[in-house]
């Protein structure tokens, strides 16, 4: 549980920390994909949607469209993330446009280090409301490795707002 409080009204927020995958989402042709993401959204009032698809998966176009619009009709935010993005001939498209990799890849003798995850978590943030924002860094808390390379720009922000106060 999380509370705060100012001088207007106290607020109290119940979260629970779960990555989950949504189980039945690879049949999309019996899904209702709108009423799974409400059904989704009112069960776990997630943080945030992220969507993973890799190189090569044949995802229906209209069935992400259906994800991305409700989620936007429920205000959950979505990332859109490119997973095991080596395994494709277009990996250079790929890694220009995402560059996120969250575990290291070898193939023939060459090894790429993860990237890109912290600047996705850092963009997440950025983009959710307070009260999700504060479910986020609680979700993160025991993740130091991110908290130390992430520690300048959350800095930078946290000068930000002080500057929204200070004037």
């Known amino acids: 549980m999380t509370s705060s409080a100012d001088d207007f009204s106290p607020t109290t927020s119940t979260c629970s920390i779960r990555i989950w995958d949504a189980p039945g989402i690879e049949d999309w042709i019996k899904l209702d994909v709108a009423k799974h993401i409400q059904t989704l959204v009112d069960e776990k009032n997630p943080i945030c949607l992220i969507y993973c698809t890799s190189p090569g998966s044949y995802a229906n176009v209209?069935?992400?469209k259906i994800v991305i619009d409700q989620c936007s009709k429920l205000k959950v935010f979505i990332a859109l993330v490119v997973?095991?993005?080596y395994a494709s001939d277009e990996a250079d498209d790929i890694l220009e446009n995402f560059k996120i990799k969250s575990i290291e890849y070898e193939a023939q003798?060459?090894?790429?280090k993860p990237t890109g995850v912290d600047e996705l978590m850092l963009g997440i943030m950025h983009s959710l409301s307070e009260e999700k924002l504060l479910q986020g860094c609680f979700a993160l808390m025991g993740n130091g490795p991110f908290w130390i390379r992430a520690q300048?720009?959350?800095w930078k922000a946290f000068n930000y707002f002080k500057s929204w106060f200070s004037d």
């Open 83 to 85: 997973t095991n993005m």
């Open 62 to 64: 209209e069935h992400i």
């Open 109 to 112: 003798g060459v090894i790429m």
């Open 152 to 154: 300048s720009r959350i």
